[in-house]
Each structure stands twice: as C-alpha cells, then as structure tokens.
C-alpha cells in the first residue's frame, strides 16, 4: 500500500472533479480536477529537473492556489518539503538552504537575484519564481508538462515536509515530519472534529506554518470539501464570507478582531458549526464575550510544529475556557516534576508527548534529537502545564518564560491573568529581568485601552491592583506600559525580544 500522503488525501477526493475546492476572492474557482491535474504537472517538472525521491523543495511565496498546488505535487513526487515565511531575511535564508541544501528553491520575482547568490552559495542546483498572482518562470516551465502522474510510493516513514522552527533562542531547527506524521494528525483532527459532507472552510490563515498548511489544509482535503482561499485576514472580509461556510480556524487575534466588528454576532455565524482557534493563547475574556455575542464556543486545542496537534477541547460536551482540553486520540501526554514523576492536579509540570504524530527528529542534528526525547521516547516539548480535576490540560507557558526570583519559580500566566482582567488593559506579558538580588526580577509589559480607563493606568496603580491577591515574590517589581506587544507570524507574542529590549534599559 502506498503511504504517500499525497495517495491518502486524493483517495477522498470528491468522484465529481469539477466539484470546488479554492474559492479565491475574485470568484474564481480551483476544482479538485484542477488541483490533480496542475500538480500532476509541477510534479512532472520536478521530476525533469532532476530531484530524486527524498530530495527538499523549498518554497519562499505568498498565499496562492499555485503555491498550495506545488506543496502536493512535492509529497506526490517522493520529495520533501520546506515552506519559508515570506518575511524571513537574508541571514534566515542563508542558514535554510544552507542547512537543507534543497534540491529546487522556490521565490517571488523580487527575491531572485538573493535567491540565485544564497542558491549558488548552498549548492542549490535549481531556482524558480511564483509571483503574488500565482505566476511566474515555474508556472511556465510546468504548462508543457503531461497532466497526469503516478504518485510516488512512500512508506509512513518517509520525510514529507521540513519545517523550521520559529527560532525565539538560538539557531532555527529543522522539525522532520513523515507521511505517517502528516497522515494520523489529519485522519485524527478530521474525525475529532466531526467533519462533514457540505463543510465549507473559511481559510485565512499564512500556509507556511503548520496550522494553515497542515491542520486546515489536510482536514478540508481528506473531506473533499471546498474552502474560501484569502490570502490573508481581513474582518470586513470574513463577515461577508462567514455566512457561506461552516468552519474557521484562527489565531486569537482574527477573534479578538472580529468582535471589533459591530454587526458581528448571531447572524453572520448562522450557517457556523466550529470555530477552532490555536497557535496562541486564547484570553478567557476572548472566550467568553465571542460566546456571548454568537452563541458559539470557540474550540481551543494545543499543538506545535514537531508534531502538529497533541490536545483539543472536544467537539461535543464542555469547551473549557482556558484549557486546550484533553490529549488527542493516539497521543499520549504526561506532565512531570523536575524529578521526571507526574504531578499533582493543579499541580504545573514539564509536558511530554508521544505518538504517530510527533516528528521524527531534527534535520542534521542526531544528537539534538536525542537531548529531546526521554528514555521511553517522549518528546519534551517545553512547554509547562497542569491538569485540573476533571484532566483538562491548561498550559502556563513555554519552559523558557518561566521566572525564577530568588530561587522560586513564577509562571507568567497566572499573573497575566490577572493583569488582562484589569479595566483598561487589553493584554499583558510577564516576563524575568536581570536583578543584582533575585536573579531575575518578575516584570510585566502591558497593552493600554485607548480609553479613560487605559490612559489612567499607571505602573504603581497595576501593582497596587495585584498585590493583594500574589504572593509578595510574584508581584511585578517592574511595569511597562506600552502600544503593543511584538508577535510573531503567527500572532506569538515574543517574550525574547521583550528581554532584550528591557534587558538593555538601564537598572530601575
């Protein structure tokens, strides 16, 4: 049996080829047809050019139907592929083709004179554009090519995609995951959520990351169901297409946005059964007043790139606010102390995953790998965590984040909690800064309201808010207030560059 991804996601294409599957915003329609056939064609010319089964494809494109196509005629040619974000530099990339030494990279137009020197410079025999448009000296080299190809055998072993991770400390690793990897998450996540005949996607998230690409794109494909392709998050946008479909998946802050919408609400969400948010957290006060103003729960679930998905709230009994719910069916989770044994309810530990699900290792980096996984191969995803009474999995943070001042441990959460519940704050980041007593010093960056009530917040009035309800070595010793946070491509907000910058203030 071939366990090529590609073979798996195509057996539930729909028997109708004309029947949709890009809905793009201009009203054109990519059919499933249309989707075999054009990467039956770039999968001819990879072939042509020369790559073997095994071999890496990257791609550094925008958002497009052409660019979702090459992702599956790579998996349907045997190579294995690496989508790049589209803001990543000079230095990133060097480091990328460099480490992945890729046997075709993929670029916009106004990339290629960058993309011919770091190719040349990395061995990378083969360069070729696609522009915003979904055009470009790829799309020409493919057109004369036969619009029919047998799917290369692969076994669930087998690399399918590379994906680097974001990188917040030191050098970006290479997550490779299988075609088992890829299959079970997208078979599990499919059913898990109950997809159905008639579903329709409103996709609006970035497809260089596992939640667009992975997550959104397997699960609406193994249902052959169509989805509307944006090119990128827009909430006048969504309420037009809300309507029309059946599903969204997003970061937080396409929520938060939305309920800026004053017409959001019941009906633009009528035709709705899910909404499915992730790759950060999701704030209670976001959970509740987008119940409050639809009737429907958000569905808040767990994951990361070595693994795609690990926990999901459920699809039928309580999403609890606050939690990403419980492991995923064929993923095992456990949370540890510092001595490797399971903690106590409400108890904040180490997570640990296993299953067909997490990665195979990092590119090129046999000895990192091993650092990773424990003796009875889970995989430590740095992540902290607890279990309440009824085994939601609530996450504190990455392990990274965590404080320690005077030799006790703080986990930011528990005091951005309480900071985000304050009147005029709409979010905060806890993060340690140097002390000359504590070692670190618990210090919290916070988002003013544009209102009377944000502009009266003060660092010591903050203070004074909490510091009844902490313990005193909790409580902020220092307070920023600020305009935003800095994030990631995925809308994470990115506590390392706040240590930089605050690091490298004078002592207060």
Same mark, same amino acid.
């Given at each position: 049996?071939?366990?090529? =991804?590609? #073979?798996?996601?195509?057996?539930?294409?729909?028997?109708? *080829?004309?029947?949709?599957?890009?809905?793009?915003?201009?009203?054109?329609?990519? +059919?499933?047809?249309?989707?075999?056939?054009?990467?039956?064609?770039?999968?001819?010319?990879?072939?042509?050019?020369?790559?073997? @089964?095994?071999?890496?494809?990257?791609?550094?494109?925008?958002?497009?139907?052409?660019?979702?196509?090459?992702?599956? #005629?790579?998996?349907?040619?045997?190579?294995?592929?690496? *989508?790049?974000?589209?803001?990543?530099?000079?230095?990133?990339?060097?480091?990328?083709?460099?480490?992945?030494?890729?046997?075709?990279?993929?670029?916009?137009?106004?990339?290629?004179?960058?993309?011919?020197?770091?190719?040349?410079?990395?061995?990378?025999?083969?360069?070729?554009? =696609?522009?915003?448009?979904?055009?470009?000296?790829?799309?020409?080299?493919?057109?004369?090519?036969?619009?029919?190809?047998?799917?290369? *055998?692969?076994?669930?072993?087998?690399?399918?995609?590379?994906?680097?991770?974001?990188?917040?400390?030191?050098?970006?690793?290479?997550?490779?995951?299988?075609?088992?990897?890829?299959?079970?998450?997208?078979?599990?996540?499919?059913?898990?959520?109950?997809?159905?005949?008639?579903?329709?996607?409103?996709?609006?998230?970035?497809?260089?990351?596992?939640?667009?690409?992975?997550?959104?794109?397997?699960?609406?494909?193994?249902?052959?169901?169509?989805?509307?392709?944006?090119?990128?998050?827009?909430? #006048?946008?969504?309420?037009?297409?809300?309507?029309?479909?059946?599903?969204?998946?997003?970061?937080?802050?396409?929520?938060?946005?939305?309920?800026?919408?004053?017409?959001?609400?019941?009906?633009?969400?009528?035709?709705?059964?899910?909404?499915?948010?992730?790759? #950060?957290?999701?704030?209670?006060?976001?959970?509740?007043? !987008?119940?409050?103003?639809?009737?429907?729960?958000?569905?808040?679930?767990?994951?990361?790139?070595?693994?795609?998905?690990?926990? +999901?709230?459920?699809?039928?009994?309580?999403?609890?606010?606050?939690? %990403?719910?419980?492991?995923?069916?064929?993923?095992?989770?456990?949370?540890?102390?510092?001595?490797?044994?399971?903690?106590?309810?409400?108890?904040?530990? +180490?997570?640990? %995953?296993?299953?067909?699900?997490? !990665?195979?290792?990092?590119?090129?980096?046999?000895?990192?790998?091993?650092?990773?996984?424990?003796?009875?191969?889970?995989?430590?995803?740095?992540?902290?965590?607890?279990?309440?009474?009824?085994?939601? %999995?609530?996450? +504190?943070?990455?392990?990274?984040?965590?404080?320690?001042?005077?030799?006790?441990?703080?986990?930011?959460?528990?005091?951005?909690?309480?900071?985000?519940?304050? @009147?005029?704050?709409?979010?905060?980041? %806890?993060?340690?800064?140097?002390?000359?007593? !504590?070692?670190?010093?618990?210090?919290?960056?916070?988002?003013?309201?544009?209102?009377?009530?944000?502009?009266?917040?003060?660092?010591?009035?903050?203070?004074?808010?909490?510091?009844?309800?902490?313990?005193?070595?909790?409580?902020?010793?220092?307070?920023?207030?600020?305009?935003?946070?800095?994030?990631?491509?995925?809308?994470?907000?990115?506590?390392?560059?706040?240590?930089?910058?605050?690091?490298?203030?004078?002592?207060?």
């Amino acid at each position: 049996m071939n366990q090529n =991804l590609y #073979a798996l996601l195509a057996a539930h294409f729909p028997r109708d *080829p004309a029947a949709p599957c890009m809905i793009l915003p201009d009203g054109r329609v990519w +059919s499933y047809g249309d989707v075999e056939r054009a990467s039956a064609r770039m999968a001819n010319l990879i072939v042509a050019l020369g790559l073997q @089964p095994g071999d890496r494809v990257a791609a550094q494109v925008e958002k497009t139907p052409e660019a979702l196509v090459l992702y599956l #005629a790579a998996i349907r040619a045997g190579m294995v592929f690496l *989508p790049l974000n589209p803001a990543y530099q000079r230095h990133e990339l060097e480091h990328f083709l460099g480490d992945a030494t890729p046997g075709l990279f993929v670029c916009r137009p106004q990339s290629r004179a960058l993309a011919d020197e770091l190719a040349a410079a990395a061995g990378v025999s083969n360069v070729l554009e =696609l522009d915003d448009a979904g055009r470009g000296t790829l799309i020409n080299a493919a057109t004369p090519h036969a619009d029919a190809f047998a799917t290369v *055998p692969r076994t669930g072993a087998d690399l399918a995609a590379i994906l680097y991770t974001s990188g917040t400390t030191g050098r970006s690793k290479g997550a490779m995951l299988s075609h088992r990897n890829l299959a079970h998450n997208a078979q599990t996540l499919h059913d898990y959520w109950h997809f159905q005949p008639g579903d329709v996607l409103l996709h609006m998230l970035p497809t260089f990351h596992v939640h667009g690409l992975f997550v959104a794109c397997h699960t609406t494909l193994l249902n052959g169901s169509a989805m509307f392709f944006e090119p990128k998050f827009d909430a #006048a946008r969504a309420m037009q297409l809300l309507p029309q479909s059946t599903v969204m998946m997003g970061v937080p802050t396409f929520y938060v946005r939305l309920l800026h919408e004053p017409s959001f609400g019941r009906e633009a969400c009528r035709n709705m059964r899910l909404f499915v948010s992730g790759s #950060a957290p999701l704030l209670k006060e976001t959970f509740d007043e !987008f119940k409050a103003r639809t009737g429907h729960t958000i569905l808040e679930r767990y994951g990361m790139t070595e693994g795609g998905m690990f926990t +999901s709230n459920p699809y039928e009994g309580e999403r609890r606010g606050g939690t %990403v719910g419980f492991p995923l069916p064929g993923t095992a989770l456990r949370i540890v102390g510092a001595g490797g044994t399971a903690v106590k309810t409400g108890e904040v530990g +180490s997570i640990q %995953v296993k299953g067909e699900n997490v !990665f195979v290792g990092y590119w090129g980096m046999p000895e990192k790998t091993r650092e990773e996984f424990t003796a009875d191969g889970f995989f430590m995803t740095g992540d902290m965590g607890s279990w309440d009474a009824d085994f939601y %999995v609530t996450i +504190s943070g990455r392990s990274k984040d965590l404080v320690i001042t005077g030799g006790l441990n703080v986990y930011p959460k528990e005091i951005e909690e309480l900071i985000d519940a304050m @009147p005029g704050v709409v979010e905060s980041a %806890v993060i340690g800064l140097p002390h000359p007593d !504590f070692g670190e010093a618990v210090s919290a960056v916070v988002v003013r309201q544009k209102n009377p009530a944000g502009k009266a917040l003060t660092e010591s009035g903050i203070i004074a808010a909490i510091k009844d309800r902490l313990a005193n070595f909790k409580v902020p010793k220092w307070v920023y207030l600020v305009d935003e946070l800095p994030r990631n491509a995925m809308g994470k907000v990115q506590k390392n560059i706040l240590r930089q910058e605050y690091s490298a203030q004078k002592p207060r």
